[in-house]
């Protein structure tokens, strides 16, 4: 059961992040409205927020979920695999350590970013990617061992329209996951009960189960059938401008 989250706005300089699509520069005014509509989903689901306030040193600092890992047994701060945005580990520490008093951290040569972790029923999937390196997958499954949890690890760095692993895969809960075809075949995932999006609905298996909500991406409506047909409650949350800076929802909060 989720109580909080941390969450960030987008800054000014939002549009001056990292991106490797091509779907146009982000309408600053637009970001802040949907992350407000984002803010209030998570609200309605139960949730408490700490919200920091916008970080114009960092523009891509909106999406908290790559800072920090949080189990219910401990956290670990990252290294994000983006040299631009190795301060933001530090900018959000103090806000961290007020509900998690000694976090592990996540240590050179290693990088890892939030993003390429799905915590699949405790037992959590942990991708190597763009921006996760092999040694800090290997450090994150050392700690998360040492918490209690077992892990997986699942290489994504061939399959080219995959900046993270949940820009494909995300949790549902009770035994289920969204899923890319692209990584649906993969040994990582046998036992879980797998609900693919469609072609052209890719970007809809970045959602976010929290307590008795699913949190989905505005505007793919065979994705959204399909969880509704699972007896979830649904909530769709226009997306439009984090799309344009590789962002999709668990990016944009720590939930714990």
Partial sequence: MFTRAIVRPPGRNFAQG???????????????????????????????????LADDRYPDSTFVE?????????????????????????????????????????????????????????????????RTNEEGARQLAHILAQLGHTSAFIDVRQIHTLLHLKTGLTSLGDGRLAVIDALADHPALRGYELVRTVPGEEYAANCIRVNDYVVLAAGFPAFEKSVRDLGHNVIAVAMSEFSKQDGGLSCLSLRF
Wanted: include cysteine; hydrophobic fraction near 40%.
């Fill in 18 to 52: 990292l991106t490797t699509v091509d779907f146009g520069v982000p309408d600053y005014e637009v970001a802040v409205a949907q992350h407000e509509q984002y803010c209030q989903a998570l609200q309605q689901c139960g949730l408490s927020l700490t919200r920091l």
């Fill in 66 to 130: 790559d800072v920090a890992i949080l189990t219910p047994r401990g956290a670990i701060l990252t290294a994000p695999g983006a040299a631009s945005r190795a301060g933001e580990v530090a900018a959000i520490r103090d806000t961290l350590q007020s509900f998690f008093p000694a976090p592990f951290q996540i240590e050179s040569p290693g990088t890892l970013d939030g993003g390429d972790i799905c915590d699949a029923d405790g037992h959590y999937l942990i991708g190597i990617s763009k």
